[in-house]
């Protein structure tokens, strides 16, 4: 078993290596190989409601810990505690070449494939503070058209039209049709069982590459939910750029058929570029955010408030180890690449 572990790891490594030297390679794999994975892997673990992926990590970890309690009391009880020790040893090995060479095939060697905005020709350029407000001032009358045109609950807080999933489905192969490296199969995105494991991360979704599923966080303030399953979605296209992710998130919603998905994502983009307004020029960022419907001001306290309660140690510790996994997979700007979607909407809005 420590052999076949170590030679999958080492495959992988290499795999990872190869991708990171060789650009083309991870291209040439994106499209031509794990396009198949999602129309097999994705189309199989899509045919149940639950994340497979979710389950099979609990088990995992319950499998782990009670294997390593059992070793432990045996090699008290009994002789041959080396023996035992070793074949326990051999198995985490074996795991854990399992898991990383599904982790290679599942997205790892896509961080190198080429950008989305690359592959679409979308060619970001500098712009001034005031081109900055303007984009902004657009999303906020985007926002304001849209706010008292969706579903809100007794608090006056968004509520979604109808199920995410299927609409998130719809809008990824809407725009596919716009953007040819869109193209492809896309299974549902799934809720969580336990939704509270990404909260306390300060997390909305994540993409599970054992089993090619898009995950979300269902318990996050509702207007965020079209936005983030989109942006899950994205990764299964290969298109694991956090960036590009976020820009494709917010295309797709935008050019949705559903008020709520365009509600989703003009806002989703309204906190991003206004974030950026904010370091560039508070003035005008005030301005801009007077201009506010009051509706979608409760729909980003709602938000607030819901982050606010889980904020805490194991928060920015998840945070920190998100920023070194993406510097580590080629994203030198860490957490903050998600950040860099402004660019690619201030492109976007210059070209409408």
């Known amino acids: 078993m420590i052999l076949a572990g170590a030679a999958l790891l080492l495959a992988s490594a290499g795999f990872m290596l190869l991708a990171s030297r060789v650009p083309s390679f991870a291209q040439w794999y994106s499209v031509n190989v794990y396009s198949l994975l999602v129309s097999a892997i994705g189309r199989l673990s899509g045919m149940v409601s639950f994340s497979v992926s979710e389950i099979c990590i609990y088990i995992l970890l319950a499998?782990?810990?009670?294997?390593?309690?059992?070793?432990?009391?045996?090699?008290?009880?009994?002789?041959?505690?080396?023996d035992r020790l070793f074949r326990w040893f051999s198995g985490v090995v074996l795991g854990a070449g399992i898991l990383l060479f599904l982790y290679t095939a599942g997205c790892g060697i896509n961080y190198y494939r080429t950008p989305f905005s690359?592959?679409?020709?979308?060619?970001?350029?500098?712009?001034?503070?005031?081109?900055?407000?303007?984009?902004?001032?657009?999303l906020t009358e985007e926002v304001d058209a849209r706010s008292s045109q969706v579903s809100r609950d007794e608090n006056g807080v968004m509520e979604l039209d109808a199920p995410e999933g299927e609409g998130a489905v719809e809008a990824m192969e809407k725009l596919a049709e716009t953007y040819p490296s869109l193209k492809g199969y896309y299974p549902r995105p799934k809720r969580l069982l336990v939704p509270e494991v990404l909260s306390v991360q300060g997390l909305t979704g994540i993409y599970l590459p054992f089993t090619i599923e898009a995950n979300y966080n269902g318990d996050i303030t509702a207007y965020n939910i079209p936005f983030t399953v989109c942006h899950e979605l994205s990764h299964l296209r290969g298109f694991m750029e956090e960036k590009g992710a976020n820009f494709i998130a917010f295309l797709a919603c935008i050019n949705s058929e559903r008020m709520d998905f365009q509600y989703s994502g003009y806002l989703s983009g309204w906190v991003y570029c206004m974030n950026a307004l904010y370091r560039t020029d508070g003035e005008k960022w005030m301005e801009v955010r007077e201009q506010l419907d009051d509706a979608a001001l409760r729909d980003l306290n709602a938000n607030n408030v819901f982050w606010d309660s889980y904020e805490g140690p194991v928060r920015e510790t998840?945070?920190?180890?998100?920023?070194?996994?993406?510097?580590?997979?080629?994203?030198?700007?860490?957490?903050?690449?998600?950040d860099r979607m402004v660019d690619l909407v201030v492109t976007y809005f210059k070209e409408i």
């Open 63 to 82: 499998v782990f810990a009670g294997s390593a309690v059992y070793t432990v009391i045996k090699c008290i009880r009994r002789k041959k505690a080396k």
């Open 118 to 138: 690359e592959e679409e020709g979308i060619s970001v350029y500098s712009y001034s503070g005031d081109e900055l407000a303007q984009v902004c001032m657009w």
């Open 318 to 338: 998840a945070e920190q180890i998100n920023d070194t996994y993406l510097r580590v997979n080629g994203q030198a700007d860490g957490v903050k690449s998600y």
